[in-house]
């Protein structure tokens, strides 16, 4: 076997293929103008640097009703996108941040290089990265820097559950806990099948790769809840893996929840940061409660 029960390259492609039925090119032009029209719609600071490649930038979208500097500043919440690590960028996905940003939350939706430009290793070096800048520049921005949460789409929820693995103490110099919850959507917490499938070529991923990034081996740093989310209408594999990585948490004494959405495959998942939905209640959520550091861990 490649991996686990599966046999050939063809097994593992159509068991990690979320594009079935659905048609690429008009799925991106639609993120994008809806993108387009929510930068329209509020105050936004584009291509904001949080490191030194040209790739570490993200769009920051102010909280309404919350300026700069004002009381005791806003929850920021920072979002990872999607692409299998080898494609899209932030500017598919700032229509993610409407229903938040209304809600008095700020919004920082992430950019990050792509394989094969990078090593694998980069990316998940550029996404810790963001998370630093956005705790070091809280207060200057107007946000609260004990009101941090995360959350990514396939892919970027891999990167989420990446930085729930940091140590962030010793390798940053922060709070060794600043992340305040996370959301993890279709995520991918065991790399294992990719070595074997149709994106190996753009991937690269070695042994070492493997076990070094995939969460679902790897120690929680954590104590933030976690909420973990599929669609019912993705390949099964989306839900395994999940479940898998919940039991993972939940082993180590983690606060987590998962919860398989019925009739929503891998892209219409997202609706639910909209209009209140199940992933928008769920940020808010996170910064609702008053205190996530003694709670969620065993002994």
Not at 172 to 186: F, K, M, N, Q, T
Request: charged residues 25%; glycine residues 10%; negative net charge.
């Amino acid at each position: 076997m490649l991996y686990r029960d599966f046999a050939t390259q063809e097994a593992i492609d159509a068991a990690y293929d979320p594009m079935i039925g659905r048609d690429p090119a008009t799925l991106v032009a639609g993120w994008r103008a809806r993108s387009d029209a929510a930068r329209a719609r509020h105050r936004v600071s584009l291509d904001m640097p949080y490191g030194p490649t040209l790739a570490e930038r993200l769009d920051l979208y102010h909280a309404e009703d919350r300026g700069e500097g004002t009381g005791e500043g806003a929850p920021l919440h920072l979002f990872f996108h999607g692409g299998y690590w080898r494609s899209l960028g932030h500017r598919e996905f700032g229509f993610l941040a409407d229903d938040l940003v209304a809600s008095g939350i700020g919004v920082a939706v992430v950019n990050y290089a792509l394989c094969p430009g990078v090593r694998f290793a980069e990316i998940v070096r550029q996404a810790r990265a963001a998370l630093a800048w956005a705790y070091r520049h809280a207060e200057r921005l107007g946000f609260d820097p004990a009101q941090i949460s995360v959350s990514g789409h396939s892919a970027g929820g891999h990167l989420c559950a990446m930085l729930l693995a940091t140590d962030w103490q010793g390798d940053y110099g922060l709070p060794a806990d600043p992340i305040r919850g996370a959301l993890c959507v279709s995520g991918l917490y065991d790399l294992g099948p990719f070595p074997w499938s149709w994106l190996q070529p753009k991937l690269r991923l070695d042994g070492r790769d493997v076990a070094e990034f995939s969460p679902a081996f790897l120690p929680c740093r954590s104590q933030a809840r976690v909420s973990l989310v599929a669609g019912g209408a993705e390949s099964s594999e989306f839900a395994r893996q999940m479940a898998d990585y919940a039991a993972h948490l939940d082993e180590q004494g983690v606060e987590v929840e998962q919860a398989l959405l019925p009739g929503d495959d891998h892209f219409s998942i997202l609706e639910h940061f909209l209009d209140g939905r199940r992933l928008a209640a769920t940020v808010k959520g996170l910064h609702d409660r008053q205190d996530t550091s003694s709670k969620g861990r065993r002994g």
